[in-house]
């Protein structure tokens, strides 16, 4: 299931980079998303209305795949792998010669 979450994020994280990066932007940006380069498809301020639409469902699910897949793996790990958190070894006295 972890997997597949994974998956899915990976996904909608390229989605909502390349959503946010074909947008204009108030001081220009790459401003890729204008009305000239889609032709007559649709008009600037219905490219604007939909890239930003899009922009806040892509950002939503984001948000909600994060939260889904933390609580998923709260508490998962047990094992702690800290170094500093181990016993250090006591030293042996074994090697020492004795006078």
């Known amino acids: 299931m ?3 979450l994974l998956i899915l994020h990976i ?15 108030e ?9 000239q380069g889609m032709g007559a498809f649709m008009t600037g301020r ?11 469902i892509l950002a939503a699910i984001f948000m909600i795949l994060c939260l889904t897949m933390a609580i998923m ?12 958190a181990q016993p250090q070894p006591v030293p042996s006295n074994q090697n020492t010669p004795h006078k």
């Open 27 to 35: 001081g220009g940006g790459l401003g890729i998303g204008s009305s």
């Open 11 to 25: 996904f909608v994280t390229f989605a909502l980079i390349g959503i946010v990066l074909i947008q204009k932007s």
């Open 2 to 4: 972890m997997t597949v």
């Open 46 to 56: 219905g490219t604007t209305n939909l890239l930003t639409k899009t922009t806040a």
């Open 73 to 84: 793996n709260k508490g998962a790990s047990t094992k702690t792998n800290d170094i500093l």
